[in-house]
C-alpha cells in the first residue's frame, strides 16, 4: 500500500544551526499533513501541519514546505537547540477519515 | 488542562495472556484512536472511535479489539498475546473524525510480553 517514508534515519547538528527534516509520500490523493516529535518516553507531539492548498507554513522556529509536484514534505528548524533532540515523524491524514500514516522517523541529534 | 492520559504506563504479560489498555481523551474530544508503534519504527493505527462507533480499523488482527464509552473514553484490549505484540500502545484524541483535525497524543502504555 502507499505510505510515508523519510529520506535520512539519522540527522546530527550544531547548536544554533538550522536542521532540515525530509519526508517522501507516495499517496497523491492525500491532502493533509503533520509533524510531530517525539521525545524517549513520550508520546508523539504535535508541531505543525499543512493542507494540501499550501506549500509554506510557519510556526515558531519551525516552517513545513510542501512541494506536491515531487510528493515531498520537509520540516525546518530555526536555530536548532539541545531540546530539539528528538525523534521527528511525517505523518499523512488518510483519505478515509482522520487516520494517520506515519513515516519511519528521523532521529535529530543536537551536538552543542 | 489535562492532555490525553493512558494507563498503565507499563506492563509485563506473558504469551496467551489478554491485555487491557484505557485512555482519556483530551476534555471536549468525541474521538480517539489508537496505534501500535514497535520499537525503532513509527506509529501503526489500529483503531478509531467516535461517539462509540467504530470509524476505522487497520490492518490487525481480530485479537484487537476496542469501544469507547459514553464519557469517550476508551478501552484496546488484546487477547492471545503473541511476542510480537510487545510495543509502545497510544492513545490519540481529536475533536471529530473530520479529515484535519488534529490528533492530540497521549504518553503511551509500554506493553511487554514474555
Known amino acids: 500500500g502507499e505510505s510515508v517514508g523519510l529520506h535520512l534515519p539519522t540527522l546530527s547538528v550544531q547548536e544554533g544551526d538550522n536542521s532540515i527534516i525530509n519526508c517522501a509520500y507516495s499517496n497523491s490523493a492525500s491532502d493533509y499533513f503533520i509533524w510531530y516529535k517525539q521525545e524517549s518516553g513520550k508520546g508523539p507531539q504535535f508541531i505543525i501541519d499543512i493542507r494540501s492548498n499550501m506549500d509554506k507554513r510557519q510556526g515558531q522556529r519551525v516552517t513545513v514546505l510542501l512541494n506536491k509536484t515531487v510528493k515531498h514534505l520537509s520540516l525546518q528548524i530555526a536555530a536548532t537547540q539541545p531540546g530539539d533532540s528528538a525523534v521527528y515523524f511525517c505523518?499523512?491524514?488518510?483519505?478515509?477519515?482522520?487516520?494517520?500514516?506515519f513515516g519511519g522517523g528521523t532521529r535529530l541529534m543536537v551536538k552543542p | 488542562d489535562a492532555g490525553v492520559t493512558q494507563s498503565p504506563t507499563h506492563l509485563i504479560k506473558t504469551r496467551g495472556q489478554h491485555v487491557t489498555l484505557r485512555c482519556s481523551p483530551i476534555?471536549?474530544?468525541?474521538?480517539v484512536s489508537w496505534y501500535q508503534q514497535v520499537l525503532g519504527q513509527g506509529p501503526q493505527f489500529i483503531f478509531q472511535?467516535?461517539?462509540?462507533?467504530?470509524?476505522g480499523r487497520g490492518n490487525f488482527p481480530d485479537r484487537f479489539s476496542a469501544r469507547q464509552f459514553p464519557n469517550y473514553s476508551s478501552e484496546l484490549n488484546v487477547n492471545a498475546l503473541l511476542l510480537g505484540d510487545s510495543a509502545l500502545y497510544l492513545c490519540a484524541s481529536s475533536l471529530s473524525t473530520g479529515e484535519g483535525e488534529t490528533q492530540y497524543f497521549g504518553p503511551g502504555t509500554r506493553l511487554l510480553v514474555l
Open positions: 505523518a499523512e491524514n488518510s483519505n478515509a477519515g482522520n487516520m494517520l500514516t
Open positions: 476534555s471536549g474530544h468525541k474521538s
Open positions: 472511535y467516535y461517539e462509540k462507533e467504530e470509524r
